[in-house]
């Protein structure tokens, strides 16, 4: 990736993780084509758990159950209430990353078991 975008490089943000990249460009919600959502709807559904989720940045990662490369979400596409903690278990679908369509990220993700932390929910401040 080019160091001048901002990602993955030493100014990063993400610098901690340097191993799990974000898309470049993000896709989220409001901008994904319906081509890319139908695709993503014929996908089954997968299980997981939540790896990272920063609120603030409105991204994170889910480890997938039957393993594999962790997978980039957007909060766009986080389902219910609560904001997501490391440990949740989630379901969610892959959706293909434009252009080349070589790379997922998770949408429709639902919570489906919280980890045993209190969560905030959405409208509560930080």
Known sequence: MSSDNGFNNDDSPNKTHAHL???SPIITRRNRTASTSE??????????KIKS???EKGH???TPKNGGEDIFLHISDIEGEY????GDEVTYRHCPIPPKFEKY????VKIVQLVQEKHLKWHEPL
């Open 60 to 62: 994170g990662f889910v």
């Open 105 to 108: 990220q998770a949408v429709h």
């Open 83 to 86: 904001v997501p903690l490391p």
């Open 53 to 55: 989720f920063c609120r």
């Open 39 to 48: 695709r993503a709807l014929q996908n089954p559904i997968e299980h997981g």
């Open 21 to 23: 990249q974000l898309p």
